[in-house]
């Protein structure tokens, strides 16, 4: 299983310096800024093509109308079943990608410790989560009011977006 933490940082640092709109006019400047390209656009998502060497090279945009909720980009393969040596791979890329985050932005006031954990940032421009799957990592460059909204309280505990205190 590959994965791209040179890339993942490249993407978090691009996603900080942005100067979002969040909306879909956002998406060519950005593709370009990365050297991304657009592969088409639905009314709900968009798919981008990242490049990056792994085996789904993409990222999804998640759009509400015309303004973009969400970017969640694969920084990893994505391995076609779950074993030691994957779950190996899997933890291993997310302490290196997370320690260069926490180099980078400081310690992560969003952590979820579960069977798929994650990592997340809220930065001035955009919200940044690193999150592991069993059987993949990702980057999520999340719009800050759909964050928020998120965020609102619930009545289950440990929803996915609390935040630490």
Not at 68 to 95: Q, T
């Amino acid at each position: 299983m590959h994965v791209e933490v040179d890339a993942a940082i490249e993407i978090a640092r691009a996603a900080a310096g942005f100067e979002w709109s969040w909306t879909v006019a956002d998406l060519e400047p950005f593709c370009r800024a990365l050297g991304w390209q657009m592969s088409r656009r639905g009314e709900k998502s968009a798919i981008l093509i990242t490049g990056l060497a792994i085996d789904r090279a993409e990222a999804v945009v998640f759009l509400d109308g015309s303004r973009i909720r969400e970017i969640l980009v694969w920084v990893s393969d994505i391995a076609d079943s779950v074993d030691a040596a994957v779950g190996s791979a899997v933890v291993g890329g997310f302490e290196a990608i997370q320690s260069r985050l926490v180099e980078e932005f400081g310690l992560p006031p969003r952590m979820t410790f579960d069977e798929e954990p994650s990592s997340g940032w809220d930065l001035p421009r955009v919200v940044l989560i690193m999150s592991a799957t069993l059987r993949s990592l990702c980057v999520s460059l999340i719009n800050p009011e759909s964050q928020r909204a998120r965020d609102e309280p619930v009545d289950a505990p440990g929803t996915w977006g609390a935040k630490i205190s």
